[in-house]
């Protein structure tokens, strides 16, 4: 089992940042990527970023050059940069962290975090 805890969200002003953080623990091991998803009202949720535990990275295409994710391992954290917001990033964001399939390739989910994109 993985527990994952988010904290950073909040209301910003396009233009702003926010720094989303994303703690897990239990059964660190077993985790091979852990992700940024995202739910805005009315829509499906998708991925915003995966990170692989060696260090890879996709991003969604409507993200690059403003969001960064980070991953300490030592810390059993990752976190989600976001820069140059936008309207359009109002939405609640959801921690994952998906197992090596060897471990059984589990899903599991943080409570979710609102974020909220408006002057």
């Known amino acids: 089992q993985v527990q994952l805890v988010e904290s950073g969200g909040g209301l910003v002003q396009p233009g702003g940042s926010l720094r989303l953080s994303c703690a897990a623990s239990?059964?660190?091991?077993?985790?091979?990527?852990m992700n940024w998803y995202r739910q805005a009202p009315g829509k499906q949720r998708e991925l915003v970023v995966a990170a692989t535990r060696g260090g890879s990275t996709i991003y969604v295409d409507s993200v690059k050059g403003r969001f960064t994710i980070s991953r300490d391992n030592a810390k059993n954290a990752v976190y989600l940069q976001m820069n140059s917001l936008k309207p359009e990033d109002t939405a609640v964001y959801y921690c994952?962290?998906?197992?090596?399939?060897?471990?059984?390739?589990?899903?599991?989910w943080g409570q979710g975090t609102q974020v909220t994109v408006s002057s």
């Open positions: 994952n962290a998906r197992q090596y399939v060897s471990y059984g390739g589990g899903d599991y």
């Open positions: 239990g059964s660190i091991f077993s985790i091979n990527t």
